[in-house]
């Protein structure tokens, strides 16, 4: 069982920067394939951005695309989320998830462990 915990989030003006973390309480989360999701108020969860198994690959949704940046560091088995030039439309819970998979996906469904979700604010 790989337990995640999210940090980092808050209130951030437009224009600004966040970054979120995602500690794993297991190694085997180094094999796994990690992503970030994210739930708009109102909305349902959707895909942000997603790193495979050694962070050599990574896939965003084209809404973050050129201003969010998936890394991993495998030894501290953590993923964090790297957010600039916010915007408003940026306010959601984000959440981290580790696939049953090593190769990165956008499939919510290949993604079995979720963290709790941090909540990010993005003031205009």
């Not at 349902?44 to 201003?67: L, P, Q």
């Not at 984000?94 to 993005?122: D, N, P």
């Amino acid at each position: 069982q790989v337990q995640l915990v999210e940090s980092g989030g808050g209130s951030v003006q437009a224009g600004g920067s966040l970054k979120l973390s995602c500690v794993a309480s297991t190694d085997g989360f180094r094999h796994r394939a990690t992503g970030w999701f994210r739930q708009p108020p109102g909305k349902g969860r959707e895909f942000v951005a997603t790193i495979n198994y050694s962070g050599a690959n990574t896939f965003y949704v084209d809404a973050v695309k050129g201003r969010f940046t998936i890394s991993r560091d495998n030894a501290k088995n953590t993923v964090t989320l790297q957010m600039d030039r916010v915007k408003s439309e940026d306010t959601a819970v984000y959440y981290c998830a580790a696939s049953r998979l090593s190769f990165h996906s956008e499939i919510m469904s290949r993604y079995e462990h979720w963290g709790q979700g941090t909540q990010v604010t993005v003031s205009s």
